[in-house]
């Protein structure tokens, strides 16, 4: 069984360049999660989708960050202009169903710095 | 707002011996707690998920408790070994089951 698949798994840019980050959510899943990971904050959510559509986008941090699910086998969360501070490691999760009663599964992230 | 807290220190046993974590939190009870493992480079895995009516779920050597009244989750690891070694993150829901708030995990080693 394939897993939630994410690319890149690292990607080292400048800062003021747009970064695009991808993840295929497990086949059959209808809920999509992003979330980042840092040291101080641990696991923050971004943003989610329920049928390819976002329900709660809260926790994006500003409106640098945008994500999109165009279907269900594929989103994108893209930074615009990055900055040193977007520097984590960003996850993308998927579930059948909304995740707090059921297993979030995980992709093994993309690393992200901003130099 | 509902704050979630695991030891930040790092546990250290002994091979053999039972690893025993600690979720605390702060706010109301949820109705869902979910515990995970990280790998260091990887996602998160799901490990157990346990309902607020529910005391106590097992799973092999893993075992989790839930006591409302405490606001407490603990995570016992039985007969560890050193492939347990990983960070333990716990999980709950925000109140109004639409997502989940996560701890800072707590990293666990298990010697041989």
């Known amino acids: 069984d394939a897993g939630v698949i994410q690319s890149p798994r690292h990607e080292v840019t400048e800062m003021g360049q747009e970064v695009t980050l991808r993840c295929k959510p497990i086949s059959g899943h209808d809920y999509l999660f992003w979330y980042r990971q840092t040291m101080m904050r641990g696991l923050e959510l971004l943003i989610y989708f329920n049928n390819n559509v976002p329900i709660d986008d809260s926790g994006m941090p500003e409106d640098r960050f945008s994500a999109k699910m165009p279907n269900a086998s594929f989103s994108t969360l893209k930074i615009q202009p990055s900055e040193p501070r977007d520097s984590a490691v960003y996850f993308c999760?998927?579930?059948?169903?909304?995740?707090?009663?059921?297993?979030?599964?995980f992709g093994d992230g993309t690393r992200l710095s901003i130099l | 707002s509902q704050k979630i807290e695991q030891n930040s220190e790092a546990l250290n046993i002994q091979e053999g011996k039972t690893a025993t974590l600690t979720c605390n939190y702060t706010?109301?009870?949820?109705?869902?707690l979910q515990w995970y493992r990280q790998d260091p480079g990887r996602g998160p895995v799901f490990l157990l998920l346990?309902?607020?009516n529910e005391k106590e779920k097992r799973k092999e050597r893993l075992k989790v408790t839930f006591d409302t009244t405490l606001k407490q989750s603990l995570f016992h690891i039985t007969a560890s070994q050193p492939a347990d070694s990983a960070t333990y993150l716990c999980a709950l829901d925000d109140g109004n089951n639409r997502k989940l708030i996560w701890g800072l995990g707590t990293s666990l080693a298990v010697n041989p």
């Open positions: 999760a998927s579930s059948s169903g909304t995740g707090v009663n059921q297993p979030q599964h």
């Open positions: 706010n109301y009870s949820p109705a869902y």
């Open positions: 346990i309902r607020e």
